[in-house]
Each structure stands twice: as C-alpha cells, then as structure tokens.
C-alpha cells in the first residue's frame, strides 16, 4: 500500500524544517550583521569629535547618516529574503548560485566536522526551483557530514546536467565506517524521502551519494 501523497508532503516539509534548523545561526547572524553596525553608526552619530569645524561635522553627519540608512536596507531585504526559506514563491535559480549558497551556509558545519571537501570546479549550468532544490542540496551535503567519519574526505562533482555525485573515503582510501549519529542527524532515508518528495532521487553506494536532477527543470 502506498503512502498518501498528504503524508509524504508533511514528512518532506518536517525535513526542511530539520535542514533550516541547522543553517539558521547563519541566517540570523545575516540579519544581525547589518543591525549591529547600523546601531554603531548611530552611536558614533551622538558623539560628534571635538574641535571640527561646523561644514566638517555636517559632512560627518551625512555620511554616518547615509551608512546607516544603507546598513538598515540592507538588513530589511535580506528579512524579505527569509520569506524564501518558508514558502515556495515559484523562483528559480542556478546550480552554480545554489552551490555558492551551501558553501557559505555550511561553512561552521564544516569547520565543526573537520571534513576536507573538494568542492566542485565546474558546475553544469541548470536552471532549478529554488525553494526545493535548497533544502534537496543542503540536506544532501548534510547528511553526508553528518554520516561520515572525521578523517573522510568528500568531493563533489556537479559536471553533469542530470546527475551529481558526491565521492567520499577515507584517509586510508578505504571505505569510512558511518559515523556515530546523534538526535539531531540526518537518517539516510530522510534525504532520499525529500528528494523523491521534490521531484530528484537519491542514489546510495558505498563510497557515494549521486543526486539525480528533475526531469523537468526550467530552462
């Protein structure tokens, strides 16, 4: 008997949910970044140095003024860009801007796992929905780091337009032991339940995760 297409969809969106609780320390230090030197900016606006002529502390005002104001955009459009991470608005983007992204948002995962990762030198150029193939990447590369040992190392290949592998061993060049899992870990069968739920399939081998693409992506 099949599983309901309800229940598949609820299970994909608490995956998200897991992969989101994951990179939002780095999502919300995006947001913090800008609203912690705009709050500089206006600190420095009430101390005013001593000695400056009048046209020299009027140019100071403005350009201190004009910092802030464009600190606070910058804070506001990257909260709109949370939006993003919560609902599909249909976007589409690149292979090579989704891998740009991971990179950054995994960048503490990895440091916290010490895994050497070849990250990719060429990307085939598709086109993906954003909202899924995000969460599909990052639970990917997640799971990945998250089931390996400390002395494996991962490399990517993202060449193809219809398939991308991911490669792993160890230091001894034999295949690594699974790492211990821990509550917050990534089970194997979660990623390929997003995947599938997502329009992509997982393929699992000994010494390699492969992620085939959707059939149907925009162009």
């Not at 290949?157 to 790492?179: L, Y």
């Not at 739920?197 to 162009?219: C, N, T, V």
Request: aromatic share 6%.
């Amino acid at each position: 008997m099949s599983t309901p297409a309800f229940v598949t969809a609820l299970a994909a969106h608490g995956v998200r949910l897991k992969v989101l609780s994951q990179i939002f320390p780095v999502l919300r230090h995006d947001v913090v970044g800008p609203l912690s030197n705009a709050t500089l900016a206006a600190a420095m606006l009430r101390q005013a140095p001593e000695g400056a002529d009048a046209d020299a502390l009027q140019q100071r005002c403005q350009r201190l003024a004009g910092d802030m104001t464009s600190m606070l955009e910058d804070s506001v459009e990257i909260v709109r860009d949370l939006d993003q991470w919560l609902a599909d608005n249909n976007a589409v983007t690149s292979a090579s801007e989704l891998l740009r992204q991971c990179r950054k948002l995994l960048f503490s995962q990895l440091l916290l796992s010490r895994h050497r990762v070849g990250w990719p030198e060429t990307v085939a150029e598709v086109e993906l929905p954003q909202f899924t193939s995000r969460y599909v990447l990052l639970a990917w590369l997640l799971g990945l780091l998250q089931q390996l040992p400390a002395n494996a190392s991962l490399t990517l290949d993202m060449s193809q337009a219809d398939v991308w592998h991911a490669h792993f061993s160890s230091e001894e060049g034999s295949a690594p032991a699974p790492a211990a899992t821990t509550a917050s870990a990534f089970d194997p069968q979660e990623v390929e339940l997003l995947a599938e739920a997502s329009g992509w399939r997982l393929e699992r081998e000994p010494q390699r995760w492969s992620l085939h693409l959707p059939a149907s992506r925009a162009d």
